[in-house]
């Protein structure tokens, strides 16, 4: 069992919904980290997180310690949004472990 | 912040050939990575590379495969030896600096198709 699980796998929305990404893992962690990925397949960092909640722009990430769980929400979803997007966990070092991406499609 | 640049961005290879890919970050940092995700996977670390000292490798993968050099804190070579077509993946170095920013940043990636 992969130690990082997202959930939904694929996403489509319209532009302008809400979007919401679920991170669940199993270990324990020094930081979370929510990544973009276009399809030139550059990697972008959006978040790193230890608690609570970050804001960026229509990007909100929050994590929840106790229940090892994270979202990503999108507000206003655009066509420009499309990406995948991937969760990783970091334990007490520097090393990451990855899901396996939500493939996030939002159609004009 | 890091900016961080690769070198090829992609190329195309001939089974058993070799192929050294190139990165450059524009600040000194103390640890980098090689990832590689392979057609439709997520991200796999291949190793830490640490300046002055050998590379450190994860699981499944090993120095003569994929020969990594850090020769100061802004430059890593990663190479992959006796390609076969399973070698066809995206590569990424990242760096961590938390030491200055609170983030971890990634190259680019380098594209790999083996024939």
């Known amino acids: 069992k992969n130690e990082v699980e997202q959930s939904p796998q694929n996403l489509t929305a319209q532009e302008g919904e809400f979007i919401t990404i679920n991170c669940s893992y199993s270990?324990?962690?020094?930081?979370l980290h929510w990544l973009q990925q276009h399809p030139g397949g550059g990697i972008v960092s959006l978040f790193m997180l230890s608690s609570g909640k970050k804001k960026h722009g229509r990007l909100i990430a929050t994590i929840n310690i106790q229940e090892k769980h994270s979202s990503l929400h999108i507000t206003a979803s655009h066509p420009r949004d499309s990406a995948v997007y991937i969760c990783?966990?970091?334990?007490?070092?520097?090393?990451?472990?990855f899901g396996a991406g939500t493939t996030v499609t939002v159609r004009a | 912040s890091a900016v961080i640049s690769q070198k090829p961005s992609r190329d195309i290879c001939q089974r058993g050939t070799s192929l050294t890919i190139q990165c450059q970050v524009d600040s000194q940092v103390t640890m980098m990575f090689w990832y590689r995700q392979q057609p439709g996977q997520s991200l796999t670390l291949i190793a830490t590379?640490?300046?002055?000292?050998?590379?450190?490798?994860e699981s499944g993968f090993v120095i003569d495969k994929f020969p990594i050099s850090r020769p100061n804190l802004t430059f890593s070579t990663l190479t992959v030896s006796n390609m076969s077509p399973e070698d066809s993946s995206i590569y990424l170095c990242?760096?961590?600096?938390?030491?200055?920013?609170?983030?971890?940043?990634f190259g680019p990636g380098t594209r790999l198709t083996v024939l």
């Open positions: 270990v324990g962690i020094s930081a």
């Open positions: 990783a966990v970091q334990p007490n070092d520097y090393k990451l472990s």
């Open positions: 590379a640490n300046q002055g000292s050998e590379a450190t490798y």
């Open positions: 990242s760096v961590d600096t938390r030491e200055v920013t609170d983030t971890q940043y």
